[in-house]
């Protein structure tokens, strides 16, 4: 099994510029996750969804959209992107409550420069 | 969810127990305790978790206080690779972890 895979690994975009971050998980998770980490922070959690189809806002949505059209892979988008947006982005999953598994697998991360 | 409160730093020797302390004096009754950790810039790491009582898997052990306003993670046999930033989070589920600055515990040889 992959675990969960991050593309790209690096990117470098310009302020105005839109680009897609894909996620795949391989083990059959219900739940994905984004999140993004900036320099000496902590995790702070931008979309998520408990299933196909479905998302849901986290703590810092703003200037991201998301969508998980098939089970094992989650897109998070920016579609005008700003310096702020500067970060490192990381995916994860999990299993749905109540499936007796309470861990988050994570991604390797995205590391995303705006200019 | 309630709030954590660890110590931004600390040392541990190599071979030895490493106790790193978590406060959650606001926890509610159904929020679980989470301890995730993040070695370098790789993404996090699930260790263990636990509601009420003691939790024990191969990578630690969990020890929450009988009021659950505190507890501590204790890593048996601390490796140079145990060397993270360790995070505690208190949830009432697994799928909206709040990570807070958590604590950098640097393994000495």
């Known amino acids: 099994n992959a675990g969960v895979t991050q593309t790209p690994k690096f990117r470098v975009l310009k302020t105005g510029q839109s680009m897609t971050l894909l996620c795949a998980q391989d083990?059959?998770?219900?739940?994905m996750y984004w999140y993004r980490q900036d320099p000496g922070m902590g995790l702070r959690l931008i979309h998520y969804?408990?299933?196909?189809?479905?998302?849901a806002k986290g703590e810092v949505p703003d200037g991201y959209n998301v969508s998980r059209l098939k089970k094992q892979n989650f897109l998070l988008g920016l579609e005008s992107a700003a310096p702020s947006q500067t970060s490192v982005y990381f995916c994860?999953?999990?299993?749905?409550?109540?499936?007796?598994?309470?861990?988050?697998?994570f991604g390797p991360g995205t590391r995303l420069t705006v200019t | 969810d309630a709030k954590t409160t660890q110590p931004p730093s600390m040392d541990c020797a190599e071979g030895r127990a490493a106790n790193l302390p978590c406060n959650h004096s606001?926890?509610?009754?159904?929020?679980?305790v989470y301890w995730y950790r993040q070695i370098h810039s790789q993404g996090p790491q699930y260790i263990i978790h636990?509601?009420?009582n003691n939790e024990t898997n191969e990578m630690a052990s969990l020890i929450i206080t009988e009021d659950r306003k505190s507890s501590t993670l204790i890593l048996p046999h601390a490796t140079l690779r145990d060397t993270a930033v360790y995070y505690c989070?208190?949830?009432?589920?697994?799928?909206?972890?709040?990570f807070g600055a958590g604590t950098t515990v640097t393994v000495r040889a």
């Open positions: 606001t926890i509610s009754g159904n929020e679980y």
């Open positions: 989070i208190a949830s009432p589920n697994d799928y909206k972890l709040s």
């Open positions: 994860a999953s999990s299993y749905s409550e109540g499936r007796g598994s309470y861990e988050q697998y």
């Open positions: 636990g509601l009420k």
């Open positions: 083990m059959n998770h219900e739940y």
């Open positions: 969804s408990v299933g196909e189809g479905t998302t």
